[in-house]
């Protein structure tokens, strides 16, 4: 995704808990837990002073464990995933918020899952997370409106990346199943719902959710 909007002429600021690969002009990398919020704030502020703007939020960043609710513990599954998904996006979303309503617009992207809606045994956690966002998103839609900020949901269908290749094929095949559009989505098709919440033409769409793949 970072590539996709390089190729467009934005500078793109991204994050992760661990270093990049992408070694490509116009990408600045942090090192940085999202859940941590002084880091957060340091993050969004230092690339507000640099570039002295934020247009766009992608708010992506998560945790996808699955783990049965009978044998899960707090430490290890509920508290780490709440953290990087639902604490996360809410830092990510109130910093970069501050700086967008300076200016009088911007574009806030987070990011569902269809986990959401179905409901599927050992997703108790990650389920409950990424509902969490989507209220979130719709309440921060209303609260941002008046600034000329919208928020937005992206919600994909199964997307391929080591975490679901780790889940193995019988659970992928399962999931897949019951979909409504029965494969997986691709790095294009996300980026296509991206552009068009991002679109200057878009200005008037906020507080939605895009499933992709599934009829909820």
Same mark, same amino acid.
């Given at each position: 995704m970072a590539e996709f909007f390089l190729a467009r002429g934005y500078v793109v600021c991204g994050c992760a808990r661990s270093e990049s690969s992408l070694a490509t002009p116009g990408y600045e990398h942090t090192v940085l837990d999202v859940g941590? !919020?002084?880091? *957060?704030? !340091?993050w969004v502020r230092g690339a507000f002073r640099k570039h002295g703007?934020?247009? *766009? !939020?992608?708010c992506n960043a998560g945790l996808a464990p699955a783990a049965l609710l009978m044998t899960m513990t707090g430490a290890d599954v509920l508290e780490p995933v709440l953290r990087a998904n639902v604490a996360g996006t809410y830092h990510v979303c109130r910093e970069v918020a501050r700086t967008m309503m300076s200016r009088g617009s911007g574009r806030i992207i987070t990011v569902s899952s269809m986990a959401v809606g179905l409901h599927e045994e050992g997703t108790s956690a990650y389920a409950a997370s990424k509902s969490a966002i989507v209220e979130m998103t719709k309440i921060l839609a209303k609260? +941002?409106? &008046? !600034?000329g900020i919208t928020c937005n949901? +992206?919600? &994909? %269908?199964?997307?391929?990346?080591?975490a679901v290749a780790a889940l193995?094929? &019988?659970v992928k095949a399962k999931a897949l199943e019951k979909l409504t559009i029965k494969r997986p989505v691709t790095l294009e098709e996300i980026c296509n719902v991206v552009s068009f919440f991002v679109? &200057?033409? %878009?200005?008037c769409i906020t507080g939605q959710v895009v499933h992709m793949g599934l009829v909820t």
């Open positions: 941590d !919020a002084e880091k *957060v704030r !340091a703007r934020i247009d *766009v !939020a992608i609260e +941002l409106a &008046p !600034a949901v +992206l919600a &994909p %269908s199964m997307y391929e990346t080591d193995g094929e &019988p679109a &200057p033409e %878009s200005g």
